[in-house]
Protein backbone atom coordinates (compact mmCIF):
# COMPACT_ATOMS: atom_id res chain seq x y z
CA UNK A 1 0.00 0.00 0.00
CA UNK A 2 1.51 3.29 -0.96
CA UNK A 3 0.67 6.63 0.69
CA UNK A 4 -1.09 7.67 -1.98
CA UNK A 5 -3.54 4.83 -1.01
CA UNK A 6 -4.06 5.91 2.40
CA UNK A 7 -7.33 8.30 2.82
CA UNK A 8 -6.94 11.10 4.99
CA UNK A 9 -9.56 13.50 6.53
CA UNK A 10 -9.71 16.51 4.81
CA UNK A 11 -9.60 19.13 7.34
CA UNK A 12 -11.51 21.71 5.12
CA UNK A 13 -15.35 22.40 6.19
CA UNK A 14 -18.21 21.31 3.94
CA UNK A 15 -18.69 25.18 3.84
CA UNK A 16 -15.24 26.50 2.90
CA UNK A 17 -14.67 28.46 -0.39
CA UNK A 18 -12.39 25.97 -1.38
CA UNK A 19 -15.58 24.25 -2.51
CA UNK A 20 -16.91 26.01 -5.51
CA UNK A 21 -19.72 23.75 -5.67
CA UNK A 22 -21.29 24.23 -2.32
CA UNK A 23 -20.90 27.96 -2.71
CA UNK A 24 -22.31 27.74 -6.25
CA UNK A 25 -25.13 25.92 -4.59
CA UNK A 26 -25.94 28.00 -1.35
CA UNK A 27 -23.92 31.47 -2.56
CA UNK A 28 -20.60 33.23 -0.92
CA UNK A 29 -20.98 33.75 3.01
CA UNK A 30 -21.85 37.27 4.31
CA UNK A 31 -19.03 39.32 3.94
CA UNK A 32 -19.33 43.08 6.14
CA UNK A 33 -17.48 45.95 4.85
CA UNK A 34 -15.17 47.45 7.90
CA UNK A 35 -17.09 50.49 8.92
CA UNK A 36 -15.48 53.76 10.13
CA UNK A 37 -17.86 56.26 11.40
CA UNK A 38 -17.28 59.86 12.51
CA UNK A 39 -19.28 62.53 13.84
CA UNK A 40 -18.32 66.23 14.21
CA UNK A 41 -20.52 68.71 15.70
CA UNK A 42 -23.63 66.66 16.03
CA UNK A 43 -26.85 69.05 17.29
CA UNK A 44 -29.90 67.43 17.77
CA UNK A 45 -33.41 69.35 18.73
CA UNK A 46 -36.57 67.91 19.10
CA UNK A 47 -40.00 69.52 17.98
CA UNK A 48 -42.21 70.46 21.02
CA UNK A 49 -45.97 70.23 20.76
CA UNK A 50 -45.80 73.94 21.03
CA UNK A 51 -43.76 74.07 17.70
CA UNK A 52 -40.40 75.26 19.54
CA UNK A 53 -37.53 72.82 19.49
CA UNK A 54 -35.98 71.55 22.42
CA UNK A 55 -31.67 71.25 22.52
CA UNK A 56 -30.94 67.29 23.18
CA UNK A 57 -27.76 67.02 22.08
CA UNK A 58 -25.12 70.04 21.71
CA UNK A 59 -21.86 70.17 19.63
CA UNK A 60 -20.60 66.80 19.76
CA UNK A 61 -18.24 64.97 17.82
CA UNK A 62 -16.18 61.32 18.13
CA UNK A 63 -15.16 58.65 15.88
CA UNK A 64 -15.39 55.22 16.10
CA UNK A 65 -13.34 52.45 13.80
CA UNK A 66 -13.37 48.62 12.78
CA UNK A 67 -12.26 46.01 15.53
CA UNK A 68 -13.17 48.53 18.37
CA UNK A 69 -16.08 48.96 20.89
CA UNK A 70 -17.15 52.61 21.87
CA UNK A 71 -19.22 52.96 25.14
CA UNK A 72 -21.90 55.59 25.03
CA UNK A 73 -21.84 56.39 28.82
CA UNK A 74 -23.53 58.88 30.87
CA UNK A 75 -26.31 59.98 34.17
CA UNK A 76 -30.07 59.46 32.53
CA UNK A 77 -31.17 62.06 30.40
CA UNK A 78 -27.67 62.94 29.31
CA UNK A 79 -28.67 62.40 25.26
CA UNK A 80 -26.88 59.01 24.95
CA UNK A 81 -30.05 57.05 23.30
CA UNK A 82 -30.58 60.34 21.33
CA UNK A 83 -27.29 60.40 20.00
CA UNK A 84 -26.76 56.96 19.32
CA UNK A 85 -30.31 57.09 17.49
CA UNK A 86 -29.00 60.30 15.11
CA UNK A 87 -25.58 58.52 14.11
CA UNK A 88 -27.80 55.32 13.11
CA UNK A 89 -29.95 57.28 10.85
CA UNK A 90 -32.82 56.35 13.03
CA UNK A 91 -34.11 59.64 14.77
CA UNK A 92 -37.63 59.68 14.83
CA UNK A 93 -39.99 62.36 13.42
CA UNK A 94 -39.98 65.66 14.54
CA UNK A 95 -36.10 65.40 15.48
CA UNK A 96 -34.11 67.71 14.15
CA UNK A 97 -30.06 66.37 13.45
CA UNK A 98 -27.24 69.15 12.73
CA UNK A 99 -23.76 68.58 11.53
CA UNK A 100 -22.10 66.28 10.07
CA UNK A 101 -21.88 62.33 10.46
CA UNK A 102 -20.10 60.14 7.41
CA UNK A 103 -19.98 56.40 7.21
CA UNK A 104 -16.94 55.52 5.39
CA UNK A 105 -16.41 58.99 3.67
CA UNK A 106 -20.07 58.71 2.71
CA UNK A 107 -22.97 61.08 4.00
CA UNK A 108 -25.75 59.08 6.42
CA UNK A 109 -28.79 57.47 4.45
CA UNK A 110 -31.02 54.88 4.20
CA UNK A 111 -27.92 52.62 3.53
CA UNK A 112 -27.57 52.52 7.01
CA UNK A 113 -30.46 50.04 7.40
CA UNK A 114 -28.41 47.32 5.31
CA UNK A 115 -24.86 48.01 6.48
CA UNK A 116 -25.44 48.61 10.35
CA UNK A 117 -27.47 46.72 13.03
CA UNK A 118 -29.54 48.43 15.68
CA UNK A 119 -30.35 46.28 18.83
CA UNK A 120 -32.80 48.15 21.22
CA UNK A 121 -32.94 48.40 24.86
CA UNK A 122 -36.40 46.49 25.24
CA UNK A 123 -36.79 43.47 22.81
CA UNK A 124 -39.81 43.24 21.12
CA UNK A 125 -40.96 40.24 19.72
CA UNK A 126 -44.03 38.38 18.14
CA UNK A 127 -44.35 35.74 21.58
CA UNK A 128 -46.32 33.00 19.34
CA UNK A 129 -43.70 32.31 17.41
CA UNK A 130 -40.36 30.15 18.00
CA UNK A 131 -36.96 31.07 17.57
CA UNK A 132 -36.80 29.64 14.28
CA UNK A 133 -39.51 30.82 12.90
CA UNK A 134 -38.94 34.35 13.71
CA UNK A 135 -35.33 34.35 12.23
CA UNK A 136 -36.24 32.73 9.22
CA UNK A 137 -39.07 35.46 8.76
CA UNK A 138 -36.49 38.24 9.54
CA UNK A 139 -34.13 36.66 7.24
CA UNK A 140 -36.94 37.19 4.64
CA UNK A 141 -37.75 40.28 5.21
CA UNK A 142 -34.22 41.85 6.11
CA UNK A 143 -31.52 39.91 3.70
CA UNK A 144 -30.82 40.61 0.01
CA UNK A 145 -33.37 39.14 -2.40
CA UNK A 146 -30.70 37.72 -4.40
CA UNK A 147 -29.72 35.57 -1.59
CA UNK A 148 -30.76 31.37 -1.91
CA UNK A 149 -33.15 30.17 0.07
CA UNK A 150 -29.85 27.57 1.31
CA UNK A 151 -28.15 30.30 2.14
CA UNK A 152 -30.33 31.90 4.47
CA UNK A 153 -30.94 28.61 6.33
CA UNK A 154 -27.45 28.74 6.94
CA UNK A 155 -26.84 31.80 8.37
CA UNK A 156 -30.00 31.30 10.60
CA UNK A 157 -28.22 28.29 11.95
CA UNK A 158 -24.97 29.82 12.00
CA UNK A 159 -26.33 32.52 14.15
CA UNK A 160 -28.21 29.57 16.03
CA UNK A 161 -24.95 27.88 17.16
CA UNK A 162 -23.05 30.81 17.27
CA UNK A 163 -24.83 32.50 19.62
CA UNK A 164 -26.13 29.10 21.78
CA UNK A 165 -29.57 29.22 20.80
CA UNK A 166 -29.87 26.26 18.63
CA UNK A 167 -30.75 24.17 21.28
CA UNK A 168 -33.82 26.49 22.14
CA UNK A 169 -34.53 26.70 18.35
CA UNK A 170 -38.36 25.36 18.80
CA UNK A 171 -38.40 27.08 22.17
CA UNK A 172 -41.39 29.98 21.72
CA UNK A 173 -40.44 33.31 22.39
CA UNK A 174 -43.38 34.04 24.43
CA UNK A 175 -46.86 34.73 24.88
CA UNK A 176 -48.91 31.42 25.66
CA UNK A 177 -49.34 30.67 29.29
CA UNK A 178 -47.84 26.70 30.25
CA UNK A 179 -45.65 26.57 27.50
CA UNK A 180 -41.88 27.03 27.96
CA UNK A 181 -40.47 30.55 26.47
CA UNK A 182 -37.10 31.98 26.37
CA UNK A 183 -34.93 33.19 29.34
CA UNK A 184 -34.05 37.35 29.33
CA UNK A 185 -30.87 36.33 28.10
CA UNK A 186 -32.01 34.25 25.40
CA UNK A 187 -34.25 37.03 24.16
CA UNK A 188 -31.39 39.19 24.29
CA UNK A 189 -29.24 36.83 21.67
CA UNK A 190 -31.87 36.56 19.88
CA UNK A 191 -32.29 40.36 18.94
CA UNK A 192 -28.99 40.49 18.65
CA UNK A 193 -29.04 37.24 15.95
CA UNK A 194 -31.93 39.26 14.54
CA UNK A 195 -29.73 42.47 13.41
CA UNK A 196 -26.87 40.08 12.76
CA UNK A 197 -28.83 38.42 9.96
CA UNK A 198 -27.41 40.87 7.18
CA UNK A 199 -23.55 40.69 8.69
CA UNK A 200 -23.61 44.41 9.10
CA UNK A 201 -19.49 46.00 9.59
CA UNK A 202 -21.41 48.37 12.26
CA UNK A 203 -23.28 47.37 15.49
CA UNK A 204 -25.45 49.87 17.54
CA UNK A 205 -26.56 47.95 20.72
CA UNK A 206 -28.65 50.46 23.49
CA UNK A 207 -28.30 48.93 26.78
CA UNK A 208 -27.67 46.09 25.59
CA UNK A 209 -27.18 44.55 28.99
CA UNK A 210 -30.62 45.78 30.81
CA UNK A 211 -32.69 43.45 32.59
CA UNK A 212 -29.93 40.74 32.54
CA UNK A 213 -27.98 39.15 35.42
CA UNK A 214 -24.24 39.49 35.88
CA UNK A 215 -23.58 36.13 33.84
CA UNK A 216 -26.28 36.54 31.25
CA UNK A 217 -24.51 40.53 30.76
CA UNK A 218 -21.32 39.17 30.85
CA UNK A 219 -22.09 36.48 28.23
CA UNK A 220 -23.83 39.33 25.92
CA UNK A 221 -20.98 41.67 26.33
CA UNK A 222 -18.41 38.94 25.30
CA UNK A 223 -20.77 38.21 22.34
CA UNK A 224 -19.84 42.00 21.42
CA UNK A 225 -16.37 41.64 22.22
CA UNK A 226 -16.00 39.09 19.28
CA UNK A 227 -17.94 41.00 16.99
CA UNK A 228 -15.47 43.51 17.23
CA UNK A 229 -12.57 41.16 17.25
CA UNK A 230 -13.92 39.84 13.53
CA UNK A 231 -13.39 44.02 12.49
CA UNK A 232 -16.93 44.95 13.43
CA UNK A 233 -17.57 48.21 15.00
CA UNK A 234 -19.62 48.42 17.73
CA UNK A 235 -21.01 51.16 19.62
CA UNK A 236 -23.21 50.57 22.79
CA UNK A 237 -24.98 53.06 25.59
CA UNK A 238 -24.85 51.44 28.99
CA UNK A 239 -25.51 52.19 32.16
CA UNK A 240 -23.18 51.93 34.96
CA UNK A 241 -21.32 48.79 33.87
CA UNK A 242 -19.11 47.29 36.62
CA UNK A 243 -15.38 46.87 35.54
CA UNK A 244 -15.12 43.73 34.41
CA UNK A 245 -17.95 44.71 31.80
CA UNK A 246 -16.27 48.01 31.26
CA UNK A 247 -12.77 46.47 30.35
CA UNK A 248 -14.40 45.09 27.29
CA UNK A 249 -14.43 48.66 25.87
CA UNK A 250 -11.86 50.38 23.96
CA UNK A 251 -13.05 53.85 24.14
CA UNK A 252 -15.12 55.82 26.64
CA UNK A 253 -17.67 58.55 25.82
CA UNK A 254 -19.12 60.14 28.83
CA UNK A 255 -22.06 62.62 28.10
CA UNK A 256 -23.75 64.94 30.67
CA UNK A 257 -26.43 67.73 29.40
CA UNK A 258 -25.85 66.55 26.07
CA UNK A 259 -22.13 67.67 25.66
CA UNK A 260 -19.51 65.02 25.64
CA UNK A 261 -16.99 65.10 29.12
CA UNK A 262 -14.30 63.21 27.88
CA UNK A 263 -13.97 60.92 25.58
CA UNK A 264 -10.79 58.01 24.93
CA UNK A 265 -9.81 54.98 27.52
CA UNK A 266 -10.77 54.44 31.04
CA UNK A 267 -7.18 55.11 32.00
CA UNK A 268 -7.05 58.38 30.30
CA UNK A 269 -10.76 59.21 31.80
CA UNK A 270 -9.32 58.34 35.10
CA UNK A 271 -6.46 61.05 34.74
CA UNK A 272 -8.66 63.41 33.57
CA UNK A 273 -11.24 63.75 36.29
CA UNK A 274 -7.72 63.38 38.60
CA UNK A 275 -6.33 66.91 36.96
CA UNK A 276 -9.91 68.40 37.84
CA UNK A 277 -9.76 67.30 41.52
CA UNK A 278 -12.00 64.32 41.57
CA UNK A 279 -10.12 61.52 42.74
CA UNK A 280 -11.75 58.31 42.04
CA UNK A 281 -11.57 56.13 45.85
CA UNK A 282 -9.95 52.71 46.03
CA UNK A 283 -12.41 49.83 45.62
CA UNK A 284 -14.57 52.57 43.90
CA UNK A 285 -16.08 51.76 40.52
CA UNK A 286 -13.97 53.76 37.99
CA UNK A 287 -17.95 54.45 35.68
CA UNK A 288 -20.22 54.74 38.76
CA UNK A 289 -17.69 57.54 39.83
CA UNK A 290 -17.80 59.18 36.46
CA UNK A 291 -21.76 58.98 36.55
CA UNK A 292 -22.40 60.22 40.04
CA UNK A 293 -19.80 63.60 39.61
CA UNK A 294 -21.72 64.27 36.23
CA UNK A 295 -25.46 63.39 37.67
CA UNK A 296 -27.64 66.24 39.06
CA UNK A 297 -27.54 66.99 42.88
CA UNK A 298 -31.40 67.01 43.77
CA UNK A 299 -31.73 70.56 45.59
CA UNK A 300 -28.58 71.50 43.65
CA UNK A 301 -29.53 71.49 40.01
CA UNK A 302 -27.90 75.01 39.54
CA UNK A 303 -24.66 74.32 41.39
CA UNK A 304 -24.85 70.52 39.60
CA UNK A 305 -25.41 72.66 35.81
CA UNK A 306 -22.12 74.63 36.56
CA UNK A 307 -19.69 72.08 37.54
CA UNK A 308 -20.73 69.83 34.54
CA UNK A 309 -20.18 72.95 31.94
CA UNK A 310 -17.33 73.10 34.13
CA UNK A 311 -15.93 69.77 33.05
CA UNK A 312 -17.41 69.73 29.64
CA UNK A 313 -15.11 73.03 29.12
CA UNK A 314 -11.93 71.71 30.82
CA UNK A 315 -12.57 68.77 28.42
CA UNK A 316 -13.38 70.95 24.86
CA UNK A 317 -9.23 72.71 25.39
CA UNK A 318 -7.79 69.57 26.78
CA UNK A 319 -5.18 67.68 24.63
CA UNK A 320 -7.25 64.87 24.34
CA UNK A 321 -10.02 66.90 22.66
CA UNK A 322 -7.54 68.16 20.57
CA UNK A 323 -6.42 64.62 19.57
CA UNK A 324 -9.36 63.84 18.63
CA UNK A 325 -10.73 66.80 16.92
CA UNK A 326 -7.49 66.50 14.37
CA UNK A 327 -8.41 62.66 13.92
CA UNK A 328 -11.74 63.43 13.06
CA UNK A 329 -10.98 66.52 10.78
CA UNK A 330 -8.23 64.47 8.95
CA UNK A 331 -11.24 61.58 8.15
CA UNK A 332 -13.04 64.81 6.80
CA UNK A 333 -10.45 65.94 4.81
CA UNK A 334 -10.04 62.40 2.61
CA UNK A 335 -13.96 62.74 2.50
CA UNK A 336 -13.63 65.89 0.51
CA UNK A 337 -10.66 65.40 -1.10
CA UNK A 338 -12.15 62.40 -3.43
CA UNK A 339 -15.36 63.37 -4.15
CA UNK A 340 -15.49 60.77 -6.82
CA UNK A 341 -14.39 57.92 -4.56
CA UNK A 342 -17.13 58.87 -2.45
CA UNK A 343 -19.64 59.18 -5.48
CA UNK A 344 -18.65 55.51 -6.60
CA UNK A 345 -18.85 54.52 -2.50
CA UNK A 346 -21.98 55.76 -2.43
CA UNK A 347 -23.61 54.20 -5.19
CA UNK A 348 -22.06 51.22 -4.28
CA UNK A 349 -23.49 50.80 -1.50
CA UNK A 350 -26.69 51.69 -2.55
CA UNK A 351 -26.48 48.98 -5.07
CA UNK A 352 -24.78 46.61 -3.20
CA UNK A 353 -28.54 45.74 -1.54
CA UNK A 354 -31.37 44.51 -3.27
CA UNK A 355 -34.74 44.97 -0.95
CA UNK A 356 -37.03 41.75 -1.06
CA UNK A 357 -40.03 42.03 -3.39
CA UNK A 358 -43.12 43.76 -2.38
CA UNK A 359 -44.71 40.71 -2.88
CA UNK A 360 -42.35 38.46 -0.59
CA UNK A 361 -42.29 40.76 2.28
CA UNK A 362 -46.59 40.23 1.77
CA UNK A 363 -46.50 36.59 1.54
CA UNK A 364 -43.93 36.42 4.98
CA UNK A 365 -46.02 38.64 7.12
CA UNK A 366 -49.35 36.99 6.35
CA UNK A 367 -47.56 33.77 7.28
CA UNK A 368 -46.58 35.25 10.60
CA UNK A 369 -49.85 36.36 11.39
CA UNK A 370 -51.69 33.68 10.33
CA UNK A 371 -48.91 31.92 12.38
CA UNK A 372 -50.35 33.92 15.46
CA UNK A 373 -53.80 32.77 15.21
CA UNK A 374 -53.20 29.04 14.67
CA UNK A 375 -50.88 28.98 17.49
CA UNK A 376 -53.27 30.33 19.62
CA UNK A 377 -56.75 29.19 18.00
CA UNK A 378 -58.46 29.37 21.63
CA UNK A 379 -59.71 32.83 20.77
CA UNK A 380 -61.00 31.70 17.45
CA UNK A 381 -62.41 29.07 18.83
CA UNK A 382 -64.16 30.68 21.38
CA UNK A 383 -65.47 33.24 19.15
CA UNK A 384 -66.93 30.94 16.82
CA UNK A 385 -68.49 29.00 19.53
CA UNK A 386 -69.86 32.47 21.18
CA UNK A 387 -71.57 33.53 17.27
CA UNK A 388 -72.92 29.58 17.84
CA UNK A 389 -74.22 30.59 20.82
CA UNK A 390 -75.93 33.33 19.86
CA UNK A 391 -77.49 32.36 16.45
CA UNK A 392 -78.65 29.41 18.86
CA UNK A 393 -80.60 31.75 20.69
CA UNK A 394 -81.86 34.31 18.91
CA UNK A 395 -82.95 31.81 16.26
CA UNK A 396 -85.19 29.91 19.00
CA UNK A 397 -86.49 33.27 19.54
CA UNK A 398 -87.29 33.64 16.31
CA UNK A 399 -88.40 29.71 15.58
CA UNK A 400 -91.90 29.99 14.09
CA UNK A 401 -92.51 33.39 14.01
CA UNK A 402 -91.17 34.11 10.44
CA UNK A 403 -94.74 33.38 8.94
CA UNK A 404 -96.30 35.03 5.68
CA UNK A 405 -98.69 37.53 8.44
CA UNK A 406 -98.77 40.92 9.27
CA UNK A 407 -97.74 39.91 12.79
CA UNK A 408 -94.67 38.16 10.83
CA UNK A 409 -93.26 41.04 8.49
CA UNK A 410 -92.27 42.72 12.19
CA UNK A 411 -90.31 38.96 13.07
CA UNK A 412 -89.01 38.54 9.63
CA UNK A 413 -87.45 42.46 10.20
CA UNK A 414 -86.18 41.49 13.33
CA UNK A 415 -84.45 38.39 12.44
CA UNK A 416 -82.73 40.54 9.59
CA UNK A 417 -81.67 42.94 12.08
CA UNK A 418 -79.90 40.69 14.33
CA UNK A 419 -78.35 39.34 11.74
CA UNK A 420 -77.21 42.61 10.57
CA UNK A 421 -76.33 43.85 14.26
CA UNK A 422 -74.21 40.45 15.42
CA UNK A 423 -72.18 40.58 11.98
CA UNK A 424 -71.84 44.52 13.14
CA UNK A 425 -71.02 45.38 16.50
CA UNK A 426 -69.11 42.43 18.25
CA UNK A 427 -66.22 42.08 15.37
CA UNK A 428 -65.75 46.35 14.82
CA UNK A 429 -65.28 46.56 19.05
CA UNK A 430 -63.04 43.36 18.78
CA UNK A 431 -59.95 44.60 16.63
CA UNK A 432 -60.02 48.37 18.35
CA UNK A 433 -56.93 46.66 20.81
CA UNK A 434 -55.32 45.10 17.79
CA UNK A 435 -53.27 48.45 15.94
CA UNK A 436 -52.76 50.25 19.62
CA UNK A 437 -51.02 47.01 20.96
CA UNK A 438 -49.03 46.24 17.77
CA UNK A 439 -47.62 49.82 17.07
CA UNK A 440 -44.80 49.51 19.38
CA UNK A 441 -43.00 46.61 17.44
CA UNK A 442 -44.47 48.24 14.07
CA UNK A 443 -42.88 51.18 14.59
CA UNK A 444 -39.62 49.67 14.97
CA UNK A 445 -40.02 47.64 12.07
CA UNK A 446 -40.87 50.30 9.71
CA UNK A 447 -37.91 52.40 10.95
CA UNK A 448 -35.73 49.49 10.26
CA UNK A 449 -36.94 49.61 6.68
CA UNK A 450 -38.26 45.66 7.11
CA UNK A 451 -41.67 46.62 4.95
CA UNK A 452 -44.28 49.57 4.25
CA UNK A 453 -47.06 50.68 6.74
CA UNK A 454 -49.85 49.41 3.69
CA UNK A 455 -48.04 46.21 3.24
CA UNK A 456 -48.36 45.37 6.91
CA UNK A 457 -52.02 46.54 6.96
CA UNK A 458 -52.54 44.24 4.22
CA UNK A 459 -51.09 41.42 5.74
CA UNK A 460 -53.03 41.63 8.65
CA UNK A 461 -56.17 41.83 6.85
CA UNK A 462 -55.60 39.05 4.68
CA UNK A 463 -54.72 37.14 8.03
CA UNK A 464 -58.27 37.48 9.68
CA UNK A 465 -59.62 36.75 6.16
CA UNK A 466 -60.21 33.10 6.92
CA UNK A 467 -62.64 34.40 10.16
CA UNK A 468 -64.23 37.14 8.29
CA UNK A 469 -65.66 33.90 6.47
CA UNK A 470 -66.56 31.45 8.71
CA UNK A 471 -68.24 33.37 11.33
CA UNK A 472 -70.38 35.69 9.40
CA UNK A 473 -71.09 32.23 7.27
CA UNK A 474 -72.06 29.96 10.49
CA UNK A 475 -74.48 32.64 12.29
CA UNK A 476 -76.64 33.32 9.50
CA UNK A 477 -76.74 29.53 8.23
CA UNK A 478 -78.01 29.10 12.25
CA UNK A 479 -80.21 31.85 12.51
CA UNK A 480 -81.41 31.61 9.02
CA UNK A 481 -82.77 28.28 9.08
CA UNK A 482 -84.33 27.79 12.64
CA UNK A 483 -85.73 31.07 12.27
CA UNK A 484 -87.83 30.24 9.06
CA UNK A 485 -86.62 33.08 6.63
CA UNK A 486 -87.48 32.33 3.10
CA UNK A 487 -86.94 28.76 1.85
CA UNK A 488 -85.20 29.79 -1.42
CA UNK A 489 -81.13 28.93 -2.43
CA UNK A 490 -81.23 31.92 -4.11
CA UNK A 491 -82.05 33.94 -0.79
CA UNK A 492 -80.38 32.53 1.46
CA UNK A 493 -76.87 32.85 -0.48
CA UNK A 494 -77.03 35.63 -0.91
CA UNK A 495 -77.98 36.55 2.37
CA UNK A 496 -74.90 35.06 3.54
CA UNK A 497 -72.91 36.76 1.14
CA UNK A 498 -74.29 40.10 2.42
CA UNK A 499 -73.63 39.08 6.10
CA UNK A 500 -70.05 37.98 5.31
CA UNK A 501 -69.84 41.84 3.40
CA UNK A 502 -71.45 43.59 6.70
CA UNK A 503 -69.05 41.66 8.59
CA UNK A 504 -65.78 42.81 6.68
CA UNK A 505 -67.36 46.27 6.21
CA UNK A 506 -67.60 46.51 10.52
CA UNK A 507 -63.68 45.22 10.86
CA UNK A 508 -62.29 48.00 8.22
CA UNK A 509 -64.06 50.52 9.98
CA UNK A 510 -63.24 49.16 13.84
CA UNK A 511 -59.62 49.36 11.65
CA UNK A 512 -60.06 53.13 11.06
CA UNK A 513 -60.92 54.21 14.57
CA UNK A 514 -58.16 51.89 15.78
CA UNK A 515 -55.25 53.48 13.72
CA UNK A 516 -56.60 56.70 13.85
CA UNK A 517 -56.77 57.28 17.89
CA UNK A 518 -53.81 54.81 18.33
CA UNK A 519 -55.72 53.87 21.98
CA UNK A 520 -58.70 51.76 22.56
CA UNK A 521 -60.55 53.96 25.05
CA UNK A 522 -60.13 56.91 22.86
CA UNK A 523 -61.58 54.95 19.82
CA UNK A 524 -64.57 53.59 21.86
CA UNK A 525 -65.39 57.12 23.31
CA UNK A 526 -65.84 58.01 19.15
CA UNK A 527 -67.13 54.95 18.03
CA UNK A 528 -70.13 54.55 20.22
CA UNK A 529 -71.93 58.03 18.72
CA UNK A 530 -71.01 56.65 15.18
CA UNK A 531 -72.54 53.19 15.87
CA UNK A 532 -74.91 55.10 17.66
CA UNK A 533 -76.36 57.56 14.20
CA UNK A 534 -75.50 54.08 11.97
CA UNK A 535 -78.36 52.26 13.96
CA UNK A 536 -80.76 54.92 13.84
CA UNK A 537 -80.18 54.81 10.10
CA UNK A 538 -80.91 51.76 9.41
CA UNK A 539 -84.65 51.88 8.31
CA UNK A 540 -85.98 49.46 11.49
CA UNK A 541 -86.45 52.33 14.12
CA UNK A 542 -87.33 55.63 11.70
CA UNK A 543 -88.77 56.08 8.45
CA UNK A 544 -86.00 57.12 6.06
CA UNK A 545 -88.07 60.13 4.46
CA UNK A 546 -89.33 61.15 7.51
CA UNK A 547 -85.98 62.07 8.74
CA UNK A 548 -85.03 65.57 9.14
CA UNK A 549 -82.75 66.70 6.21
CA UNK A 550 -79.91 67.70 8.68
CA UNK A 551 -79.58 63.96 9.59
CA UNK A 552 -80.58 61.88 7.05
CA UNK A 553 -77.77 62.26 5.20
CA UNK A 554 -75.72 59.77 7.73
CA UNK A 555 -77.57 56.70 6.41
CA UNK A 556 -75.59 57.02 3.36
CA UNK A 557 -72.48 55.95 5.26
CA UNK A 558 -75.01 53.17 7.10
CA UNK A 559 -73.75 49.84 5.72
CA UNK A 560 -76.64 48.61 8.65
CA UNK A 561 -79.11 50.50 6.39
CA UNK A 562 -77.62 48.97 3.14
CA UNK A 563 -77.67 45.71 4.46
CA UNK A 564 -80.92 46.02 5.79
CA UNK A 565 -82.44 46.79 2.54
CA UNK A 566 -81.31 44.58 0.00
CA UNK A 567 -81.70 41.58 2.77
CA UNK A 568 -85.59 43.13 3.01
CA UNK A 569 -85.61 43.08 -0.74
CA UNK A 570 -84.71 38.98 -0.66
CA UNK A 571 -87.26 38.34 1.70
CA UNK A 572 -90.05 40.07 -0.48
CA UNK A 573 -89.67 40.60 -3.37
CA UNK A 574 -92.04 38.58 -5.27
CA UNK A 575 -94.39 37.98 -2.41
CA UNK A 576 -98.16 38.64 -3.40
CA UNK A 577 -100.27 36.55 -0.69
CA UNK A 578 -99.88 37.74 2.79
CA UNK A 579 -102.72 37.68 4.58
CA UNK A 580 -104.79 40.95 6.44
CA UNK A 581 -106.38 40.46 10.08
CA UNK A 582 -110.07 42.13 8.80
CA UNK A 583 -111.46 41.72 12.45
CA UNK A 584 -109.21 44.67 13.95
CA UNK A 585 -109.90 47.97 12.64
CA UNK A 586 -107.50 50.26 12.39
CA UNK A 587 -104.44 48.02 12.16
CA UNK A 588 -102.67 48.68 8.94
CA UNK A 589 -102.66 45.54 6.33
CA UNK A 590 -99.85 44.95 3.59
CA UNK A 591 -100.88 42.32 1.73
CA UNK A 592 -97.31 42.36 -0.76
CA UNK A 593 -94.39 42.36 -0.07
CA UNK A 594 -93.97 45.55 -2.38
CA UNK A 595 -95.80 47.32 0.47
CA UNK A 596 -93.90 46.07 3.44
CA UNK A 597 -90.55 47.04 1.50
CA UNK A 598 -92.76 50.43 0.99
CA UNK A 599 -93.27 50.83 4.31
CA UNK A 600 -89.31 51.22 5.21
CA UNK A 601 -88.65 53.15 2.29
CA UNK A 602 -86.83 50.40 0.34
CA UNK A 603 -87.59 49.57 -3.32
CA UNK A 604 -86.27 46.31 -5.49
CA UNK A 605 -84.26 48.50 -8.17
CA UNK A 606 -82.14 49.53 -5.46
CA UNK A 607 -80.59 45.95 -4.35
CA UNK A 608 -77.20 45.73 -5.99
CA UNK A 609 -77.15 49.75 -5.64
CA UNK A 610 -76.90 48.42 -1.84
CA UNK A 611 -73.82 46.01 -2.71
CA UNK A 612 -71.80 48.11 -4.09
CA UNK A 613 -72.02 50.99 -1.38
CA UNK A 614 -71.27 48.04 0.97
CA UNK A 615 -68.16 47.43 -1.42
CA UNK A 616 -67.23 51.45 -1.46
CA UNK A 617 -67.34 51.77 2.03
CA UNK A 618 -65.34 48.60 2.40
CA UNK A 619 -62.55 50.14 0.66
CA UNK A 620 -63.15 53.40 1.66
CA UNK A 621 -62.48 52.52 5.41
CA UNK A 622 -59.72 50.70 4.48
CA UNK A 623 -57.43 53.04 2.59
CA UNK A 624 -59.08 55.97 5.57
CA UNK A 625 -57.14 53.10 8.01
CA UNK A 626 -54.08 52.59 5.82
CA UNK A 627 -53.40 57.00 5.57
CA UNK A 628 -54.37 56.91 9.69
CA UNK A 629 -51.56 54.37 10.25
CA UNK A 630 -49.10 56.35 7.96
CA UNK A 631 -49.54 59.37 9.77
CA UNK A 632 -49.38 57.62 13.08
CA UNK A 633 -46.33 55.79 12.50
CA UNK A 634 -44.69 58.82 10.93
CA UNK A 635 -45.65 60.82 13.74
CA UNK A 636 -43.98 58.74 15.83
Avoid at 144 to 170: E, I, M, W
Avoid at 257 to 266: D, I, K, Q, Y
Avoid at 301 to 311: D, G, N, T
Avoid at 487 to 503: E, G, N, P
Wanted: charge should be neutral; hydrophobic fraction near 45%.
Amino acid sequence: MTPTDVKTKDPRSKYDLLFPEIEEVLGPSPTFRPCTLVWRDVTVHTKLKDGKLKRLVNNVSGIAKPGTMTALMGPSGAGKTTLMTALAHRSPVGTVVDGDIAMNGTALGDFMHQESGYMHQDDLFVDNLTVIEHLTIMARLRMDSRTSSLARKRRVNQLLRQLSLYGSRFTLIGGLDGRKTLSGGERKRLAFATELLTDPGLLFCDEPTTGLDSSSAHQMMSLLRASAAQGKTVICTIHQPNTELMAQFDKLVLLAEGRVAFAGTSTQALSFFKSLGHHCPLMYNPTDYFIKVLSLTPGSEAASRQAIKSVCDRFAVSDAAKELDMEIHFEFHLMNSDDSTNAVARREAEDAFQPPFFLTKLLWLIYRYLIIIIRDPRVQFVRILQKLAIALTAGLCFMGTARLTQSGIQDVQGALFIIIAENTFSPMYSVLHMFPEEFPLLNRELKAGLYSAPVYYVARMIALLPGLLVEPTLFTLVVYWIAGLRASVYAFSFTVFLAILVLNVAIACGSFFSCAFGSMPVAIAYLVPFDYALMMTSGLFVKLSSMPKYVSWIRHLSWLMYSNEAMSILQWDGVEDIPCNTNRTGVPCLSTGEEVLSTYDFHTSDLWRDVIALFILYLVFHSLAVLALRHRTRRK
